[in-house]
């Protein structure tokens, strides 16, 4: 396996509108982000992925960009980003933008100009169609709800919109809007960033006659089989990677929703130079039935998520391609409340969701909140929220009749909605969490008493300090970065075992992902071996299988065989 910095990374995501506001508007921004970096060192982080920052009237909070060379008025100013980017460098913390190639806002100058007339030069930046009498140009719905069509008044047809109707989609083929992509992404590199996050980027390609789709796809929503992993995705990645990446040592990340696993591999196989790494979704979509984001949660069995995540490494490493590892984000709900346990075990579930990220293979992703156990928000009514996607969905769902009253979708919306991880980070037990002096811009979590920076970093067991203790076993030991992953016990529904094997050591991991006491008999040999438990989220249990071991709730250990 090629060694590369972003393989030994430990990643942390900052959103910034939830992360620290600096200036008492109750908005997180850039000098928020920047009184915090010393706490990203105190961590242990190597690399810092920055949600979008760009001007924006924040319909989806930011990624619908009005402007790619400036900075959105409520963050601050392009000197505050040089600042923080000065700052995080000189901690030796590098820093990744997060790039939205797929679509602009409609406040975008490129769309204002292309609405102008029908024989524009910016016209074909994007999907401009007649609609069929007085119905859309095709039956495509939006992964936010509602039509992906609308229709403009100014020049008499309708634009294609994949998510919002302020987002709409830009047309990939027009080489013209490749360069200007491509400009817009070397000026960036050209400030001294370490790379891109690239959003939904597997849905740039579309299918040029845009065809109507007789069934409904992933999400609950039509069309997708038309610009998932589309007709030029590929040949347009390896022009973005020669056009941008290829004499840089910078890493290129691609967010690839509704991707296969022999599909994702191509996009991070190296002999094709088009990204580095991808986050699939597979693992955080299994559990969702037919009715999408808008169902209870299906039950599932860890033999599913194994498969999963297994399925991914093999899939990749066989070409020596590579996997980014996350169980949360801006868009997920929170990793402890979904795959854990935010009750009786928040704490230990959490760590042994930490364990699992750090030590399997693959670049770990670490979003805010998780490193303390934040958890899913309460939410009690529809004014709480602020996701275009979730208010947009229960409008829709109103106006077909499916529901009456937020009541009726208030469990889903606990569960799933993507405000979840958005509500403010929890830095101490104080008013509005430490967040900021006046009313945030959402609700703080009313668990932030219990659960918060401040009395983690005093508590020697908590999650922070777990870790800090993981981030730092995996720098230390190049198993944990390189080594093979070889599953263990792949049919057992409680215990998620697996070996990481390299040049000079093994590691093995052990995780119990049930509420209860579970026997465990050792999955390798241990017989001859000296091991040592490396980590625990519980007090030390001894150091060896002899020959079982009981694991207790939600109990985690990683051990060096030597």
């Not at 309708?158 to 047309?171: C, E, G, I």
């Not at 750090?358 to 934040?374: A, C, D, N």
Request: net charge negative.
């Amino acid at each position: 396996m090629k060694r590369d910095w972003w393989k030994e990374a430990v990643v942390y995501q900052v959103y910034p509108r939830s992360f620290n506001d600096s200036n008492g508007d109750g908005i997180g921004d850039l000098p928020g982000v920047r009184e915090k970096v010393d706490y990203l060192d105190y961590l242990g982080i190597d690399m810092v992925w920055l949600n979008p920052v760009y001007d924006s009237p924040n319909d989806d909070n930011g990624y619908d960009v009005r402007d790619y060379r400036r900075i959105m008025d409520e963050f601050g100013e392009m000197e505050d980003w040089e600042q923080l980017l000065d700052d995080l460098h000189s901690r030796d913390i590098k820093l990744v933008m997060d790039f939205v190639p797929n679509h602009t806002s409609d406040e975008h100058r490129w769309f204002q100009r292309s609405r102008k007339s029908k024989d524009n030069p910016y016209r074909d930046y994007y999907f401009w169609r007649e609609g069929k009498g007085e119905e859309p140009p095709n039956n495509w719905e939006s992964i936010f709800g509602g039509s992906a069509w609308e229709f403009d008044e100014l020049s008499s047809e309708y634009y294609l919109h994949l998510f919002s109707r302020k987002q709409p989609d830009l047309n990939w083929d027009n080489p013209d809007v490749r360069q200007e992509l491509y400009e817009i992404m070397n000026w960036w590199m050209e400030k001294g960033i370490d790379g891109f996050r690239l959003d939904v980027v597997n849905f740039i390609s579309k299918d040029p006659n845009l065809p109507d789709d007789p069934e409904k796809g992933p999400y609950g929503s039509r069309g997708s089989k038309y610009y998932v992993d589309g007709p030029n995705v590929h040949r347009y990645l390896q022009e973005m990677n020669r056009e941008v990446f290829a004499d840089r040592d910078a890493v290129a990340i691609g967010e690839t929703p509704l991707v296969s696993g022999e599909d994702g591999a191509k996009y991070v196989d190296p002999s094709c130079e088009e990204l580095d790494m991808i986050f699939q979704f597979d693992h955080v979509t299994f559990d969702l039935d037919d009715g999408g984001f808008w169902s209870q949660p299906r039950d599932w069995n860890l033999t599913e998520l194994k498969e999963i995540l297994t399925k991914w490494r093999k899939l990749t490493w066989e070409t020596g391609g590579w996997n980014a590892t996350y169980f949360g984000n801006h868009d997920q709900p929170r990793s402890v409340t979904r795959f854990g346990n935010d009750g009786k075990y928040r704490r230990e579930s959490a760590k042994l969701l930490a364990t699992l990220q750090l030590t399997i293979s693959g670049t770990p992703f670490i979003y805010q909140g998780e490193e303390i156990g934040m958890t899913n928000y309460p939410f009690s009514e529809i004014s709480e929220l602020r996701d275009v996607q979730t208010v947009n969905q229960f409008k829709e769902m109103k106006k077909r009749g499916e529901v009456d009253s937020f009541e009726e979708v208030k469990e889903e919306v606990r569960f799933w909605s993507r405000d979840n991880a958005r509500t403010p980070m929890q830095w101490t037990s104080g008013e509005n969490a430490g967040f900021t002096e006046v009313e945030p811009w959402i609700n703080v979590n009313p668990n932030k008493r219990e659960i918060n920076v401040q009395a983690e970093k005093k508590d020697g067991n908590s999650v922070l300090n777990y870790y800090r203790n993981l981030i730092s076993l995996r720098n230390e030991h190049e198993a944990l970065v390189y080594g093979d992953y070889r599953p263990l016990l792949e049919a057992d529904e409680e215990i998620f075992a697996f070996l990481r094997e390299g040049t000079n050591e093994t590691t093995l991991s052990v995780l119990n992902f049930s509420a209860r006491n579970k026997s465990v008999r050792s999955p390798v040999d241990l017989s001859e071996d000296p091991v040592e438990l490396l980590l625990s989220n519980y007090p030390p249990g001894g150091f060896k299988f002899s020959p079982e071991t009981t694991f207790r709730p939600y109990e985690a250990r990683l051990y060096l065989l030597e």
